[in-house]
């Protein structure tokens, strides 16, 4: 069974701060998803990685996969209030395949203060 | 574009009876997906459609539980005999799912609501 687990799942952190929210999944894949969630509203795709080194960036967030040690991180730098949400990584168990349901982690709730 | 729509955003329901949630996906968009938010166990995958095929039914939680697409387009998911434990948010998402086209990106609908009382 495929486990996602993300660290940390509470982040607290001030504006112009550089952070990295991290995610570990236990079995081979190399499609790995981030989404943004904000209160109340559905989740938003912030990056798709596909292969072992992508590296991907959106303004102050950038990601990353490496396959090998089936970790992906998400870097933030010089925060900035209006990031301040829910982050899910999620991963598609289903590598080379079709398309499949993905597994999540639990989100990572980051609150960037003033 | 459109993206893709649920209905009804909100839905609160007596135990025991029946509901049915409804997802439009975006147009030419030929995977569908159902998922289910709740604070207990996060996000979790229920169903997938491929056209108006389920490969994989076995995320559905109980039997109470079931999901049907037609034309390609439309799913819907109905739950009989509603408990409490199936208060959450209902998330429809969609992607493209072609030969070849590998990203496989889904794109989430709004969700429904469901309360249970």
């Known amino acids: 069974e495929l486990k996602v687990e993300q660290n940390p799942l509470f982040l607290s952190m001030q504006e112009g701060k550089n952070y990295t929210i991290y995610c570990n999944y236990s079995?081979?894949?190399?499609?790995l998803y981030w989404y943004r969630q904000d209160p109340g509203k559905s989740l938003e795709s912030l990056f798709v990685?596909?292969?072992?080194?992508a590296v991907k960036q959106e303004g102050r967030l950038m990601a990353s996969l490496d396959t090998k040690a089936r970790l992906s991180t998400l870097h933030i730098t010089a925060a900035v209030h209006d990031l301040s949400a829910t982050y899910f990584c999620?991963?598609?168990?289903?590598?080379?395949?079709?398309?499949?349901?993905?597994?999540f982690g639990k989100g990572t709730h980051l609150i960037i203060q003033p | 574009g459109a993206g893709v729509s649920q209905s009804p955003s909100n839905k609160v329901t007596e135990k025991g009876k029946d509901v049915e949630l409804r997802c439009d996906p975006i147009?030419?968009?030929?995977?569908l997906y159902w998922y289910r938010q709740s604070l207990g166990q996060g996000l979790e995958f229920l169903i997938y459609?491929?056209?108006?095929?389920?490969?994989?039914k076995s995320g559905l939680p109980s039997d109470r539980f079931s999901a049907e697409r037609t034309g390609g387009s439309v799913s819907t998911l109905t739950i009989q005999r509603t408990q409490q434990e199936d208060s959450a948010v209902y998330l429809c998402?969609?992607?493209?799912?072609?030969?070849?086209?590998?990203?496989?990106?889904?794109?989430f609908g709004p969700g429904t609501r469901l309360t249970v009382t």
């Open positions: 459609f491929q056209g108006n095929s389920a490969p994989d």
């Open positions: 079995t081979t894949s190399d499609r």
């Open positions: 999620a991963v598609d168990p289903n590598s080379g395949g079709g398309a499949d349901g993905l597994t």
């Open positions: 990685l596909l292969s072992n080194g």
């Open positions: 147009s030419g968009h030929t995977a």
């Open positions: 998402a969609s992607s493209l799912d072609l030969a070849g086209w590998v990203s496989y990106e889904q794109y």
